[in-house]
């Protein structure tokens, strides 16, 4: 039996060393224990989203189901040797490492995987801390009530004589913008204690309905036929959207996603997509349906029905990122411009034009992905009125890697690509390529 069919196996071993039971662990992943007992003994297939969450529930890496520890473990050292600067490893002969100093190997396997996480974290806090416009507002608000504390201390420092009710005043003004201060630098330095945290510290009403959009994996079908008063009820009960702004963004993505759910069944995507082969301009000519909706759908069904889930992310004419559904290996940056180079914003100038762009994303784990980019106007088309468009790319991880990619970065800020007609500013990354 191949590696991927003894998921099962693999799975039920680690539950019984976590002396989890089988039922216990169905409750936690969401399926029947009957279900998990044929996944157990690989009577079905598994994947994508139900292996990530049987994984983290297992406090396991999905690499370790799906693969082997030994599988894993030499592709970490591979990844560690193509990374490595200044030295020649044997890779030919990594098995052979791997199987005489187990130790050694793992420990290598360990500081690679760390390096990842700190280079990640490195990235995340160089975006935030540049771009985040919540902390910039922080900060000048601190600096005005520090402006203000002094001007008061100031007054009562320099007048010999003040009436006592003026003083009374400056003292109350005094306690008050001292007090906002302490609890707005109390605020600060939490919010930058999550700084690390792709996921810490949502301050926009985009990245709240993002939050809630990925907790449901972006599934609506069950709203179905579900009035506009139904949705708009079901909207304000999601506890992660916390203002006005969230929940009316939300109604309208949510709404859209529902349409393209009507118009594309998860039946019918289910055929298309069971050889794990992603083609959209297919999906268009079969069923009648726009290119934007296809890229929406595709990206909304792939964690249920493929292997590798797929990514998407929407801007608007103005280049801002308005929605994305990140995939692992192609980074999205969360406050500061995207890269100009990736055909999402190509598309913006060529309306209505299905483009088709094979690119690596620079950087340690450079891999491939396969773009397929659109950009359709908003709302109806009205005489003389020059229309708005939104610009829609789907990103679908390749399992091979090769030349032909256009090497692309995430944002300026930490794009290592040394030479680039389209860069911003400067690189933090750029000298150590």
């Known amino acids: 039996m191949p590696q991927s069919g003894l998921a099962g196996s693999r799975i039920r071993e680690r539950r019984l060393v976590a002396k989890v039971r089988q039922a216990e662990l169905a409750e936690r992943v969401g399926i029947s224990a009957s279900y998990l007992n044929l996944i ?89 801390l540049t771009h985040d416009p919540h902390l910039a507002t922080s900060v000048h608000e601190m600096l005005t009530m520090v402006t203000a504390i002094r001007s008061t201390a100031g007054i009562l420092a320099e007048t010999k004589e003040i009436e006592p009710e003026w003083r009374n005043r400056f003292h109350r003004n005094l306690n008050e913008d ?4 302490a609890e707005g630098a109390e605020q600060l330095v939490s919010y930058l204690d999550d700084a690390g945290d792709a996921r810490a510290g949502m301050t926009l009403p985009l990245e709240e309905v993002e939050a809630m959009l990925q907790a449901h994996d972006f599934q609506f079908d069950a709203l179905g036929e579900a009035s506009f008063e139904t949705l708009q009820a079901f909207v304000a009960n999601q506890p992660l959207l916390t203002t006005e702004a969230a929940r009316d963004m939300a109604l309208g993505v949510v709404r859209q996603l529902r349409a393209d759910a009507r118009d594309l069944p998860m039946e019918m995507l289910a055929r298309h997509l069971q050889d794990g082969m992603v083609e959209p301009t297919w999906l268009v000519s079969e069923t009648g349906a726009s290119l934007s909706a296809v890229l929406r759908r595709l990206a909304a069904v792939s964690d249920a029905l493929l292997e590798r889930p797929l990514g998407l992310v929407m801007a608007d004419a103005s280049g801002t990122l308005m929605l994305r559904k990140p995939v692992e290996g192609f980074a999205i940056p969360r406050f500061s411009g995207a890269c100009p180079k990736w055909p999402l914003f190509q598309a913006l100038s060529r309306p209505m034009q299905a483009l088709r762009q094979r690119l690596t994303m620079a ?59 389209g860069r911003r500013e400067p690189s933090l990354l750029a000298a150590r390529s």
């Open 40 to 128: 157990e003994h690989n009577r079905r297939r598994i994947g994508g989203k139900l292996l990530n969450d049987i994984a983290k529930a297992l406090d396991v890496e999905p690499s370790l189901l799906s693969e082997g520890a030994e599988a894993a473990l030499l592709a970490t050292l591979r990844e560690a040797a193509a990374d490595a600067q200044g030295a020649s490893p044997e890779v030919a002969r990594s098995d052979e490492f791997a199987g005489r100093f187990p130790g050694f190997a793992a420990l290598i396997a360990e500081q690679h995987q760390r390096l990842r996480s700190l280079e990640h974290t490195a990235a995340t806090l160089t975006d935030r």
């Open 178 to 181: 001292s007090q906002r201060l």
């Open 363 to 421: 950087g340690r784990e450079a891999r491939d992905f396969d773009c397929y980019a659109v950009s359709e106007p908003v709302g109806q088309i009205q005489v003389n009125v020059a229309p708005l468009y939104h610009a829609y790319m789907l990103i679908v991880p390749l399992d091979v890697k090769d030349d032909t990619g256009a090497p692309v970065g995430s944002s300026c800020r930490v794009c290592p690509l040394e030479v680039c007609d």
